[in-house]
């Protein structure tokens, strides 16, 4: 995925999102065609059904050549990973010399060999939950690398490259190409009526998985990426290994998945009903495959190119021209068949154009790579002088890095210590010396900047248009000066993505299940709309911030397009919402807590204090240290904890539907109208980091890279928020509460241990929700010493931790005074400030009347959404009565 990513540039994420979609639909159109005979029970039998005996020879044979050489090439991954980790090996066996590769493909077979025997695939469904907690384990190996190990996350990549878009395409669609296995999942299932459900689970799990790598190995290694990952990982490190090895694990678990039909096709051909013939077979596939892998050494690359030839028949092409065959009579003047001709053009374009990109990429390697072999006994006589005086001459770098990157490692140790890097060492310390030249010529500021800063308004409204006088502004001013202090930017991309991420998932996460009980399943339609919108209003904040260098927080836009009005009015309605969302933390702490420890009661001078407020302090004393930080760079750390806790609480409550009795068995309704707006508010108030966004945005070290930071964030919380909403609404359908975890049965262990993550959550949640609040406060009194400013922050814990104690209805209330006052944080005043400031540059642009129908949407919302919550709430308190 990393790779694909490098080929086709940013726009290939948008390619995967379109080619699931793609890929899901054509295996409903699969499915409705085993819905037409129900004797179909492989993909060769839809073949047959559609056109005969000549159908089903056909996709037989497509199906078990991509197979079959998918089987091939998880081999000979197994041996160039592991001939990496334990280079130089070989083995003499009757005087015949086998290389490292090859002894591994051989042990790495007998390890595939057991799991090719089961003959049922809930066998295999437990190899295959393995391989996604793989996949979860190199992931947080790989941003380990990244984060912690040097390598860093600091590649810019391209937007698109068209050039190369057919490649990433290619590997996408055979990425997605589990069509010839589908039709026997599916007649393998005791419940068909839930394949539809099976399908969007799956390959939401797939595009998240697929999604992840792809920008997260881009970012690391940028146009350097390798088609495997883990081939850039610098092979010194221990990590690295274990990365390897971990990739080493997944064709152990996807091997027997991939070869199953082959074996099922075989036995059925021969007629082969007894075990022990049946083994034989499978033995016999997996040996085949082991011996191929072994004799030919350049097959990676050929059963690459023969999967981006093929898949795009197995996947796209045939599913469709099978289900025109077959409801041909029922679908004249329907609004699907354009449609699924169009897709087949897709998929025939694609095809042909991944394979003419393929065979061309080929055909220029492997010239490239003999001109090298001839030519490289020479280079350091002949090559390399020539090329260092061009650069030197010239100084063009950037153009010999582009002669050498397709050997790089080799010509890169020849270059080392030659004139050119020492050209580079001496430009670094020339840049060194001169930057602090300038910086001391303008020292002499220092005094003036900071007069002015005591003597101006507590908003420098001069606008100042130069980033680079900006930036000395920063270098010679009072490191405690109020008004610059918080201009210090030592967030870099990663921190700062993983910043946004923590800002936006908040507790709302626990309440998606509700929220689509509420509104029924098309709310995971407007789940996607909300978050569009939301992202596009962070994205004017980000504009209004553009035009003035100096605005730092959410006050300080409402200050520049409203003056002090609306920087009161901003700041108002940011404070009411973050300090309430603090207090429905501790609320939920308590809440969960007590769940746990049922019955608990304190007595402290002949006072009772019940469970849940003794859970609420108790919390808050947890909680306090994380809110002493003074920089993001610190809170990204526990940021990224909330990441990892809410994936392991995912998979617990998975484990708890799958495997402890409680199923994914409600059905659910399509839509509810009346209560919608409830829905609609859940998911404002979820996608509700607004108020955080222009303090990350400021503390950041690169601000380009901030456009990325939204789009890979947004994206990851809607997937988060749309897995957990399906999965919570499957198990328990309409009787789903507000927090999923009150749902769980709480006589099972899982459920406990899934309390305790919930429990976790705020921990990690709360300093970030409340650090705003703190800084806006410490500004507004000139709080610069380091003690006062904790004593602040313990007193706004205190204040939190009181009011959740001492109110017990107040988790409803935090929920009412969300969906009212989100619209006007999250989608009204953005638009209305970005209006404001930019109203003489809008004069007849499309922008306006958008931007005007999103504050109508958002108006909309929040008045039905607090209507609906007093009217709800009114109805509670009467049955409770």
């Not at 020339?430 to 010529?441: A, D, F, H």
């Not at 400013?789 to 104690?805: D, F, G, N, Q, Y």
């Amino acid at each position: 995925m990393p790779y694909a990513l490098s080929k086709g540039g940013w726009l290939g994420l948008v390619a995967l999102f379109m080619i699931s979609i793609i890929c899901m639909y054509t295996v409903m159109l699969l499915r409705y065609c085993m819905y037409f005979n129900p004797l179909i029970q492989t993909y060769p039998d839809i073949g047959h059904l559609a056109f005969g005996n000549k159908g089903r020879i056909m996709m037989a044979l497509l199906m078990h050549i991509e197979l079959y050489f998918v089987a091939i090439g998880l081999l000979i991954i197994e041996g160039e990973n592991i001939s990496r980790i334990f280079p130089g090996v070989q083995v003499h066996i009757f005087g015949i010399i086998f290389e490292g590769k090859k002894v591994f493909i051989l042990l790495s077979s007998l390890l595939v060999l057991p799991t090719t025997w089961p003959m049922n695939f809930r066998v295999l469904s437990y190899l295959s939950m393995a391989s996604f907690l793989v996949f979860l384990f190199l992931l947080a190996l790989i941003l380990w690398i990244g984060e912690f190990q040097g390598v860093g996350f600091t590649e810019k990549g391209v937007t698109v490259n068209w050039s190369q878009m057919p490649t990433t395409l290619s590997i996408f669609i055979f990425s997605f190409g589990g069509h010839p296995i589908m039709p026997t999942i599916y007649s393998s299932m005791k419940d068909k009526k839930k394949f539809a459900k099976v399908l969007i689970i799956g390959f939401t799990i797939c595009i998240v998985q697929y999604g992840l790598i792809a920008v997260i190995g881009y970012l690391m290694f940028g146009k350097e990426t390798q088609s495997i990952v883990t081939l850039n990982l610098p092979q010194s490190l221990l990590t690295s290994k274990i990365a390897i090895w971990t990739v080493v694990a997944i064709p152990l678990v996807k091997y027997s998945l991939i070869i199953m039909p082959i074996n099922i096709s075989l036995e059925d051909q021969f007629q082969i009903t007894g075990r022990p013939m049946s083994i034989l077979i499978r033995t016999s596939m997996v040996i085949s495959t082991v011996i191929i892998a072994a004799i030919v050494p350049y097959f990676a690359f050929f059963v690459g190119f023969t999967g981006s030839l093929i898949s795009g028949m197995v996947t796209i092409i045939m599913p469709c021209l099978c289900y025109l065959k077959i409801f041909k009579s029922s679908l004249k003047g329907k609004v699907k068949t354009p449609v699924i001709l169009c897709i087949i053009g897709i998929g025939a374009l694609i095809s042909i154009l991944g394979t003419y990109v393929t065979i061309k990429n080929f055909i220029q390697a492997n010239i490239i790579n003999k001109i090298f072999l001839v030519t490289m006994g020479n280079a350091k006589k002949i090559i390399l002088p020539a090329i260092r005086q061009t650069a030197l001459r010239l100084f063009i770098y950037p153009s010999v890095d582009t002669i050498i990157k397709v050997h790089r490692p080799r010509m890169w140790r020849m270059l080392a210590g030659s004139p050119l890097q020492s050209y580079k060492v001496v430009v670094s310390y020339t840049n060194m010396v001169l930057r602090e030249q300038i910086e001391t010529w303008f020292s002499g500021l220092k005094c003036y900047v900071n007069y002015i800063l005591k003597t101006a308004t507590p908003f420098v409204t001069v606008l100042v248009r130069n980033p680079y006088l900006i930036h000395l502004l920063r270098k010679v001013s009072d490191r405690k000066s109020i008004a610059l202090r918080s201009m210090k930017s030592d967030t870099n991309f990663f921190q700062a993505l993983i910043n946004a991420v923590n800002a936006v998932s908040g507790f709302g996460l626990l309440a998606m299940p509700y929220a689509l009980s509420e509104g029924g399943w098309l709310g995971l339609v407007t789940l996607f709309i909300i978050s569009i919108i939301c992202m596009y209003t962070v994205m004017l904040l980000r504009y209004c911030m553009d035009f003035n260098p100096l605005i730092q927080t959410y006050p300080d836009i409402g200050q520049l397009a409203f003056a002090n009005k609306g920087r009161i009015i901003m700041a108002l309605l940011m404070h009411i919402e973050l300090y309430f969302v603090a207090i429905g933390l501790l609320i939920i702490e308590g809440e969960n807590i007590s769940t746990i420890f049922p019955g608990v009661e304190v007595h402290i001078f002949g006072k009772i204090f019940e469970g849940k407020k003794v859970f609420i302090l108790l919390s808050s004393l947890f909680i306090l240290p994380t809110t002493w930080p003074s920089n993001f760079r610190v809170l990204s750390y526990l940021s990224m904890a909330s990441f990892l806790v809410f994936l392991f609480l995912l998979a617990l409550i998975l484990w708890i539907g799958v495997f402890q009795g409680v199923g994914f068995n409600e059905k659910g309704v399509t839509v509810n109208w009346s209560q919608m707006p409830t829905t609609l508010s859940i998911f404002i108030f979820s996608f509700g980091g607004h108020a955080i966004m222009p303090t990350i945005y400021s503390s950041m070290k690169d601000k380009k890279k901030f456009s990325k930071v939204l789009i890979i964030g947004f994206t990851t919380c809607t997937v988060q928020y749309g897995l957990i909403a399906v999965i919570g609404y499957l198990m328990f359908g309409e009787e789903t509460q507000s927090i999923l975890t009150l749902n769980l049965p709480q006589s099972l262990l899982t459920s406990k241990i899934a309390i305790w993550i919930v429990v976790v959550i705020p921990l990690v949640k709360y300093s970030l929700i409340i650090m705003p609040i703190n800084i806006s406060l410490e500004d507004q009194f000139q709080i610069t010493g380091r003690q006062m400013s904790i004593l602040i922050r313990t007193l706004m814990v205190i204040s939190t931790a009181i009011i959740a104690a001492t109110m017990p209805f107040f988790a409803f209330f935090v929920g009412f005074t969300g969906s009212l006052i989100s619209g006007m944080v999250t989608i009204i005043m953005p638009c209305l400030c970005y209006l404001k400031i930019f109203k003489s540059s809008l004069k007849g642009s499309v922008k306006t009347p958008m931007i005007l129908c999103i504050i109508g949407f958002g108006a909309l919302i929040s008045i039905l959404g607090t209507y609906v919550s007093i009217r709800n709430f009114i109805q509670d308190v009467l049955t409770k009565v």
